[in-house]
Nanobody, 120 residues
Framework: QVQLVESGGGLVQPGGSLRLSCAASGSIFSISAMGWYRQAPGKQRELVAAITSGGLTNYKDSAKGRFTISRDNAKNTVFLQMNSLKPEDTAVYYC??????????????WGQGTQVTVSS
């Protein structure tokens, strides 16, 4: 059984930064593509960034140049560094495990979510 636990969300002013972390249990992490999704009120959940076990990355267009996904396979942790945050980045952010890299469809494993609010 794989468990994912996110942390690092919070309230930040426009232009600020946050770093989200997702700690994974279970041996699947080291061979699994991981992703960060977000869901704003009234909107569908969307992929923000994804990373393979080898470090290949993929970003939503609006995240390119502002967000960086990374992972530490030794610590079973994936990160999302978010800079130059905008109010439209406000959402609940979810970590996803075993993402299908070819289709970018989410895998079966989800964290509980962490709220990110960008507001002055």
């Amino acid at each position: 059984q794989v468990q994912l636990v996110e942390s690092g969300g919070g309230l930040v002013q426009p232009g600020g930064s946050l770093r989200l972390s997702c700690a994974a249990s279970g041996s699947i992490f080291s061979i699994s593509a991981m992703g960060w999704y977000r869901q704003a009120p009234g909107k569908q959940r969307e992929l923000v960034a994804a990373i393979t076990s080898g470090g290949l990355t993929n970003y939503k267009d609006s995240a390119k140049g502002r967000f960086t996904i990374s992972r530490d396979n030794a610590k079973n942790t994936v990160f999302l560094q978010m800079n130059s945050l905008k109010p439209e980045d406000t959402a609940v952010y979810y970590c996803n495990g075993a993402l299908n890299w070819r289709t970018l469809k989410p895998g079966d494993y989800w964290g509980q979510g962490t709220q990110v609010t960008v507001s002055s």
